[in-house]
């Protein structure tokens, strides 16, 4: 087996990085105060299910806090896409749920990650959803 380069491969690695070309675009987050007006606008909740960040939630018998993740709404992986229109603010597990999938539109989106939190015994999804621009229509 060979990896970068036709290299042997180092079996005893401690971990592997992705090796990015030096013209290929790095994925990006938004600057600090774009960050703010993204989580005002979102009233400080996950795009996608509409709890709060840091609101305690259950998920597979487990309460745990939701977390801040910063989502490219059309996957960088497919766009490279790190314009300002192209973030929300996401908790971790929808982020997590959404991966690189792409939407037809806002509802689209909430409707499989909704589906995915209750296949995993959450009901608490789905409430409060923040009324944001549409990135995915435009």
């Not at 036709?6 to 675009?25: C, I, Q, S, T, Y």
């Not at 971790?92 to 409707?111: G, P, Q, S």
Request: aromatic content about 10%; hydrophobic content about 30%.
């Amino acid at each position: 087996i060979k990896q970068c380069c036709d290299e042997p491969l180092n079996k005893d690695a401690k971990g592997f990085k992705r090796m990015v070309g030096a013209d290929e675009p790095r994925r990006k987050q938004p600057k600090k105060l774009e960050k703010e007006a993204i989580l005002l606008e979102q009233d400080y909740r996950c795009l996608y299910c509409g709890q709060r960040f840091g609101a305690l939630v259950q998920r597979k018998g487990k309460e745990f806090p939701l977390r801040l993740q910063w989502d490219h709404v059309l996957p960088f992986i497919h766009t490279h896409n790190n314009n300002l229109e192209n973030f929300a603010a996401s908790c971790h597990v929808c982020n997590y749920f959404k991966h690189d999938k792409i939407f037809t539109d806002l509802e689209e989106a909430r409707i499989y990650v909704t589906e995915r939190w209750q296949r995993t015994g959450s009901n608490q999804v789905g409430k409060n959803l923040p009324t944001v621009r549409n990135i995915l229509s435009d």
